[in-house]
């Protein structure tokens, strides 16, 4: 088997002069990046998305101010990027529950359709948010700042004793980060 090979490669590089023809790559070098090259060197350049800003010792002033007016408002669960955790320059687009306001940013928590027991999570329940009518969990653990321009699009207004219970659950995870109305 490894004869044939070797015959197969050297009719190959005699048909080719020896050398294999070589493209040009579109970054302008004549081989494709090596494996010892940094991944960000190989790796196409991301979309630029603003890294949400996940600071806890700035206090969140709670608001239920919904209205499907277009613009995003504290008690409505939006669309919109939120970076990971562990690698800000990577996330994902998700539903997110404005529950008000920090330094002029919108501040929001994240949901998840998975259920995940060590976790921070409460069980918020199905919703329009939701086109495939999951049942969906806060997860409690992270308070995201949100630029409304890059909000994608209102999922729903939250019933304001579901607002309330999830506003709760949230001052026992952050403290007095989590101010009163």
Known sequence: ????????????????????????????????????????????????????R?????RVRVEYAPSL???ADPGEIVWTWVS???DPSQGKDRPVLLIGRRDGSLVGVALT???HERAA???????????????????LDRLIDVDASRVRREGAVLPKAVF?????????VHGAVIAGR
């Not at 996940?54 to 700035?58: G, I, K, S, T, V």
């Open 1 to 52: 088997m490894i004869a044939l090979f070797r015959w197969i490669l050297r009719a190959l590089q005699s048909l080719f002069g020896g050398k294999s023809p070589r493209k040009k790559l579109p970054s302008g070098r004549d081989k494709p990046p090596s494996r010892k090259e940094p991944r960000a060197a190989r790796s196409k350049p991301k979309q630029e998305r603003a890294p949400a």
């Open 121 to 139: 999570q409460i069980e918020l329940g199905a919703g329009p948010w939701d086109r495939e009518g999951r049942v969906s969990y806060v997860k």
């Open 164 to 172: 309330d219970r999830v506003v709760r659950a949230l001052r026992e």
């Open 54 to 58: 996940d600071e806890r010792d700035e």
């Open 69 to 71: 007016d277009g613009e």
């Open 113 to 115: 359709s998975k259920r």
């Open 84 to 86: 990971y955790e562990d």
